[in-house]
């Protein structure tokens, strides 16, 4: 069974850098699909920030995609967000999930998600 | 970019009723490229259907979709209490893919 979870700091300031870690189990990163970050602030709907391949090609969200970065570790089995020059609009749950099996699945549904984790953007 | 708009906003309902709900895009969703979630406070989304009519590993037969081009629908044939919570739709035929603002079925 596939799992992931996020960590990463609950509390960021404004104007710095957000940065979340996924971790994956039950499937090596190395083996393949596109693996992504999705963002749902409180009470409202969910906003797709961006995906990265296991080959490591990445792929974002326009509207973001000024502050984003998205990395992976298949050393770790794990992949990473870093988001920066956050605003109180950066606060939100921030879900890891993983997208579609091949390369040019990069627009792809989210089968397996994370639980997700709070960030708060204040000073 | 394709905007996904859904309706009702809020649907009140009893269990054992049937559930409607609509995702509009604005362009047409190429190959039926139509996802829908559940999502239950607290928790993460859960996919329920891809391919706008497939229904994903171990999810009942009382949840269908439906649709093609620019409208879609997910129907619940007969509302559980476990049933009640909010309904996003995803279209992933276009880049960027995006989500649908919810539709949320309450206890009536």
């Known amino acids: 069974q596939v799992q992931l979870q996020e960590s990463g700091p609950g509390l960021v300031k404004p104007s710095e850098t957000l940065s979340l870690t996924c971790a994956v189990s039950?499937?090596?990163?190395?083996?393949?699909?596109?693996w992504g970050w999705i963002r749902q602030p409180p009470g409202k709907g969910l906003e797709w920030i961006g995906s990265i391949y296991h080959s490591g090609s990445t792929y974002y969200n326009p509207s973001l995609k000024s502050r984003v970065t998205i990395s992976v570790d298949t050393s770790k089995n794990q992949f990473s967000l870093k988001l920066s020059s956050v605003t109180a609009a950066d606060t939100a749950v921030y879900y890891c999930?993983?997208?579609?099996?091949?390369?040019?699945?990069?627009?792809?549904?989210?089968?397996?998600w994370g639980q997700g984790t709070l960030v708060t953007v204040s000073s | 970019e394709i905007v996904l708009t859904q309706s009702p906003g809020t649907l009140s309902l009893s269990p054992g009723e049937r559930a409607t709900l609509s995702c509009r895009a604005s362009?047409?969703?190429?190959?039926?490229?139509l996802a829908w979630y559940q999502q239950k406070p607290g928790q993460a989304p859960r996919l329920l259907i891809y391919g706008a009519s497939s229904r994903a590993t171990g999810i009942p037969d009382r949840f269908s979709g439906s649709g093609s081009g620019t409208d879609f629908t997910l129907t619940i044939s007969r509302l559980e209490p476990e049933d009640f919570a909010v309904y996003y739709c995803q279209q992933y035929g276009s880049s960027p893919q995006a989500f649908g603002g919810g539709t949320k079925v309450e206890i009536k």
């Open positions: 362009q047409s969703v190429s190959s039926s490229y």
């Open positions: 999930a993983r997208g579609g099996l091949r390369y040019f699945d990069s627009d792809y549904y989210f089968d397996y």
């Open positions: 039950g499937y090596s990163i190395s083996s393949g699909y596109y």
